[in-house]
């Protein structure tokens, strides 16, 4: 069966660093594009980071831009996301999903939260 698991999340001080990893099984990873999202209480699933099928091309959005990384290991089945120097805004669960739209060589365009496959979530608290 397909599994699509986040590890990695955690409380973490504003400025600090976390790497959240996720791990696939079930589907042929480098077949598709992987993305992160993420879900404060109160608000709309954002798309946060994506990378297309070989890890050639990446998408941030804005909030996020030089501060977080996302990278694949395809030999692994595992997606990652780097986050650097983060600030309580950054609070949220964070999911990570297979197969997105991800805009990658496409400008002005947003990381919509539709996916084929969707983990749990893991939570990611920054503090003050």
């Known amino acids: 069966q397909v599994q699509v698991v986040e590890s990695g999340g955690g409380l973490v001080q504003a400025g600090g660093s976390l790497r959240l990893s996720c791990t696939a099984s079930?589907?042929?990873?480098?077949?598709?594009?992987m993305g992160w999202f993420r879900q404060a209480p109160g608000k709309e699933r954002e798309g946060v980071s994506c990378?297309?099928?070989?890890?050639?091309?990446?998408w941030y959005a804005d909030s996020v831009m030089g501060r977080f990384t996302i990278s694949r290991d395809n030999a692994k089945n595992t997606l990652y996301l780097e986050m650097d120097s983060v600030m309580p805004e950054d609070t949220a669960i964070y999911y990570c999903?297979?197969?997105?739209?991800?805009?990658?060589?496409?400008?002005?365009?947003?990381?919509?939260?539709?996916?084929?496959?969707w983990g749990q979530g893991t939570q990611v608290t920054v503090s003050s």
């Open positions: 999903a297979a197969d997105v739209g991800c805009p990658v060589f496409t400008s002005g365009r947003l990381l919509r939260p539709d996916a084929r496959y």
């Open positions: 079930g589907f042929t990873f480098d077949d598709y594009a």
């Open positions: 990378i297309n099928w070989s890890g050639t091309g990446t």
